[in-house]
């Protein structure tokens, strides 16, 4: 069965840091993009990250940038999302979805757009304490 899983939640206090990981199932992440997204309570789902395996190029949303960074391991089976410096606004339900590249290359939609991703994970909760 293809799927994506993700691990590496849990609760941390404000200021601290997590790595999420995003991990390919039956399939590889060669030829696909990986993005992160997070569903706080009572809002809807947002971009958070995303990167291109092939070549490493990524994208942050605003809220993020500077403090999360994502990347590839080699065998292009894992995709990581460290976050630091934590705040409890960062508090949500994340999850990593992939989806073929070549829907996002030369495209005018965003690459936090919802349906070029085939894959979606269950999702892990990510808690900041203050």
């Known amino acids: 069965e293809v799927q994506v899983v993700e691990s590496g939640g849990g609760l941390v206090q404000a200021g601290g840091s997590l790595r999420l990981s995003c991990a390919a199932s039956?399939?590889?992440?060669?030829?696909?993009?990986i993005g992160w997204f997070r569903q706080a309570p009572g809002k809807g789902r947002e971009g958070v990250s995303f990167i291109y395996c092939t070549d490493g190029r990524t994208y942050y949303g605003d809220d993020v940038k500077g403090r999360f960074t994502i990347s590839c391991d080699n065998a292009e089976t894992t995709v990581y999302l460290q976050m630091n410096s934590l705040k409890p606004e960062d508090t949500a339900v994340y999850s990593c979805?992939?989806?073929?590249?070549?829907?996002?290359?030369?495209?005018?939609?965003?690459?936090?757009?919802?349906?070029?991703?085939?894959?979606w994970g269950q999702g892990t909760q990510v808690t900041v304490s203050s």
């Open positions: 979805a992939a989806g073929p590249e070549h829907r996002f290359r030369g495209t005018s939609w965003g690459w936090d757009t919802e349906f070029l991703y085939d894959y």
């Open positions: 039956g399939f590889t992440f060669d030829g696909y993009a």
